[in-house]
């Protein structure tokens, strides 16, 4: 039951911009803490960003001053605002449930990902 839609990714060059969406279905989104996932080529999935169901965020240190993170509760969607994008910041993005950084607990049910390219 649980829908997760990924939006937003592309190929850019180093120091362009992106905004990423997710559309959230199937469960209560309002009251879930919410995440960015990224999956690089060749590495396992990593928690990038983390936003409460009210509204307080957190980042990877890899990322901080780069990416914020937000989210709608009306509209069942969070956002990843990625700016002054790097060749390591390339990877598939996910969105899911992401309860803290110690302990995610990503539902077992994930979207197809958008993927982001940067290209030095």
């Known amino acids: 039951q649980v829908r997760l839609v990924e939006s937003g990714g592309g190929l850019v060059q180093a120091g362009e911009s992106l905004r990423l969406s997710c559309l959230a279905s199937?469960?209560?989104?309002?009251?879930?803490?919410m995440g960015w996932y990224r999956q690089a080529p060749g590495k396992g999935r990593e928690l990038v960003a983390q936003?409460?169901?009210?509204?307080?965020?957190k980042v990877a240190e890899s990322v901080k001053g780069r990416f914020t993170i937000s989210r709608d509760n009306d509209k069942a969607m969070i956002y990843l605002e990625m700016n002054g994008l790097r060749p390591e910041h390339t990877g598939t993005y996910f969105c899911?449930?992401?309860?803290?950084?110690?302990?995610?607990?990503?539902?077992?049910?994930w979207g197809q990902g958008t993927q982001v390219t940067v290209s030095s």
């Open positions: 936003i409460s169901s009210i509204g307080t965020t």
């Open positions: 199937g469960f209560d989104f309002w009251i879930t803490s």
């Open positions: 899911n449930r992401a309860v803290s950084f110690s302990g995610p607990t990503p539902y077992a049910s």
